[in-house]
């Protein structure tokens, strides 16, 4: 057990996570390796290594707030159970416009046209498959060519 968490700690500064910025000092994009976001949505924070130390040296934040992300699917994961209110691991066309609109600030309209396009199989639900297309499909559109 030991030598496979050594190995994800050696290993993480590899992992990049496309389409987050540090909200710390450096303002790194992409960030890379182990991140730390807030547990709260509304918050919308993250810090790489570097900045999260100074955080918390700081006073700035408390480490009882927020996640430690190694990878891109455990960020995945993580935000799809904050959209997921009733936690039924299935997204509603209600729990995601809700979510969306608080976020982006887009009119419902649009977000539940963004719904009904990502639900392939038109059961009025996103699975977690579904979601993470729309992710890895948002994460590459925001990418420089």
């Known amino acids: 057990m030991l030598q496979t968490k050594q190995k994800e700690t050696e290993s993480d ?20 390796g182990t991140i730390w976001v807030c547990k709260d949505p509304g918050k919308d924070l993250a810090f790489c290594k570097k900045c999260w130390v100074q955080e918390l040296e700081k006073g700035n934040v408390e480490e009882k707030d927020f996640i430690t992300i190694y990878t ?6 993580l935000v799809f159970s904050q959209i997921d209110k ?13 979510y ?5 600030g887009a009119p419902q309209g649009a977000i539940e046209g963004l719904f ?15 979601f993470v297309v729309f ?3 948002m994460i590459h559109s925001q990418s420089p060519s």
Do not use: Y
Not at 72 to 77: E, S, V
Not at 86 to 98: C, H, N, T, Y
Not at 100 to 104: E, R, S, V
């Open 100 to 104: 969306f609109m608080d976020i982006l």
């Open 13 to 32: 500064e590899n992992v990049v996570h496309k389409g987050c910025t540090c909200d710390g000092e450096c303002k790194q994009k992409p960030m890379r």
């Open 72 to 77: 891109a699917d455990q960020l995945k994961k």
């Open 86 to 98: 009733d936690k039924d691991g299935i997204l509603s066309k209600e729990e995601f416009v809700a």
């Open 135 to 137: 992710w890895d499909h």
């Open 116 to 130: 009904d396009g990502m639900d392939r199989n038109n059961d009025q639900v996103l699975d977690f498959e579904e």
